[in-house]
């Protein structure tokens, strides 16, 4: 994961502010919440001229006191109770979601071969293979938005974005073989499935190279 002076600086910050109180989900989604809000500021102000420094200054500044998060962090820290509450209820949306996910996928596989041993023509077989995509974007939210016993569940926002670059490489797989057995034509079925690959392994690669540890201090 790759990171310039400026993240490295935000994130110095982000968990300076925080520093001493007891590791929980509430307090890592709020440092990804705080450190994004930075970064755009920072961004924001170098657009309109400042340099890095003082950018960082003034985003900093505009966030105010913080003194409230750092107090209310605190004390959810010290209180296993509430943790063990938002992790539960994180918890059971993600096995929804993984269970839909797979559901979703072996309706997908079970319909098409259905359909291949109906003799249905190879477009129509592989047409149903959409619930499979769906089913590989569901699951990858799912997973990646989950608490373990050694990472923290990941932001939402980004949990989608990798969502829909899996989703994006897996549908450039069903465009792939669709079109290509619907014309015939090798060369149709390649260029659909650059366009959705490309896109999704940049998506994929931008949040890489963008992405937080979620590695939990204690083991």
């Not at 499979?132 to 050694?150: D, H, M, N, P, Q």
């Amino acid at each position: 994961m790759m990171r310039n002076s400026a993240d490295k600086k935000v994130q110095a910050y982000v968990d300076g502010l925080f520093s001493g109180v007891g590791e929980s989900q509430q307090l890592f989604d709020l440092k990804e919440e705080l450190t994004t809000n930075l970064k755009e500021k920072i961004a924001d102000y170098k657009k309109d001229g400042m340099d890095e420094s003082a950018a960082f200054k003034e985003a900093v500044s505009s966030m105010g006191d913080l003194s409230g998060l750092v107090d209310d962090m605190r004390e959810v820290g010290q209180n296993k109770a509430k943790q063990a509450v938002y992790s539960s209820m994180t918890a059971r949306i993600s096995a929804a979601g993984l269970i839909t996910g797979i559901l979703l996928i072996l309706f997908g596989v079970l319909t098409s071969a259905m359909l291949y041993f109906m003799d249905m023509e190879l477009e129509a077989v592989t047409g149903t293979a959409i619930f499979v995509v769906f089913g590989i974007a569901i699951i990858t939210y799912s997973g990646l938005t989950r608490e373990t016993r050694k990472k923290y569940a990941m932001n939402r926002v980004r949990a989608i974005l990798y969502a829909v670059a899996v989703g994006l490489v897996a549908f450039s797989l069903f465009v792939a073989f669709t079109t290509g057995f619907a014309t015939g034509e090798v060369y149709i079925a390649i260029s659909s499935f650059m366009i959705f690959f490309l896109i999704g392994i940049g998506l994929w690669l931008g949040l890489l190279f963008t992405g937080t540890d979620r590695r939990k201090m204690v083991a």
